[in-house]
């Protein structure tokens, strides 16, 4: 399974790369909105893991944009915890939401699932 991860937490982003590699996924790291667009609707991946908070696109943006040309498979990923946040983003086309912090293996489950 190939996956794009979209964060711009340095840390954050090596954690994912590392931990979902070590489970034999493909991972690409996009750390802003702008590369995370253009390599989610030019590439070809099996899961979509985006944060909200990005610079240069929004998270939602980006989640938008997809949407209207791909129906890849989009977990958010975010520290924004509110319901109203997590309805929202179910609501603009996101397949999985899961707020920051997280359990790996709460990730890893989401993302098998």
């Known amino acids: 399974m190939r996956i794009l991860v979209v964060e711009d937490e340095r840390k954050l982003a ?4 590392k931990g979902l590699s070590e489970h034999s996924f493909v ?3 996009a750390r802003d909105g ?6 989610a609707i030019e590439g070809q991946y099996d899961l979509l893991i985006l944060d909200i908070m990005l610079p240069g696109i929004d998270g939602l943006a980006l989640l938008s944009a997809v949407r209207q040309v ?6 958010m990923l975010t520290a924004r915890d509110r319901i109203e946040d997590r309805v929202h983003g179910l ?11 997280f359990a790996f293996s709460e990730l890893l489950a989401r993302v098998r699932a």
């Open 70 to 75: 791909k129906t890849t498979p989009i977990l």
């Open 14 to 17: 090596d954690y994912l790369n």
């Open 27 to 29: 991972v690409d790291v």
């Open 34 to 39: 702008i590369d995370g667009k253009y390599l």
């Open 91 to 101: 609501q603009q086309g996101a397949d999985d939401y899961l707020v920051k912090p």
